[in-house]
């Protein structure tokens, strides 16, 4: 919920259910080519959750669809930085790991489009997780179609999209 209406002086109530809320989790990848040719953007989404045991596989994942090497620019999320991740990424040869400095959403430009595509999706009133897959998932595919969007987001933190010149 982003925002609601209410009496002037009375905060608004939502009801809820006690039962135990079912979830979406979503991860995102914007995909920068070296020479700044395009940019893209790759998501996974789960019901059960990512733990630092699956980001190998989610890593491996958008390097096939890649087809290229992987300079990987990571939050600080603890499971970001598990000695166990950390010894199974090293035995990638194709991908390099940056972490950002500790508490910098500013400087993520996920951060970015995590925040446009909530707030697409807020304020609505969903009957299902299914429902609220299919609404996250139709706004990702959105974003996703729209290179020039996608490089406004790597702009958003004060990055270049077209790093490298070209030697072409």
Not at 33 to 39: E, I, M, V
Not at 54 to 68: C, N, Q, S, T, W
Request: hydrophobic share 35%.
């Amino acid at each position: 919920m982003r925002r609601t209406w209410g009496r002037r002086g009375r905060t608004p109530l939502i009801a809820l259910s006690r039962r135990r809320r079912r979830r979406i989790n979503a991860s995102g990848w914007l995909c920068v080519a070296p020479d700044g040719s395009h940019t893209r953007l790759v998501f996974t989404t789960s019901r059960t959750g990512y733990r630092h045991y699956d980001f190998p596989e989610l890593i491996d994942r958008v390097h096939e669809r890649l087809g290229a090497p992987l300079v990987l620019v990571w939050d600080n999320h603890p499971s970001h930085r598990t000695a166990w991740l950390r010894h199974r990424l090293a035995q990638r040869t194709w991908l390099s790991v940056v972490h950002l400095p500790r508490y910098a959403p500013e400087l993520n430009p996920v951060e970015t489009m995590w925040s446009q595509v909530k707030t697409r999706i807020a304020n609505r009133a969903f009957r299902s997780v299914e429902e609220v897959e299919r609404a996250l998932r139709s706004a990702l595919f959105s974003v996703q179609r729209r290179p020039d969007v996608l490089s406004g987001f790597i702009r958003s933190v004060g990055l270049d999209p077209c790093p490298l010149e070209s030697t072409t």
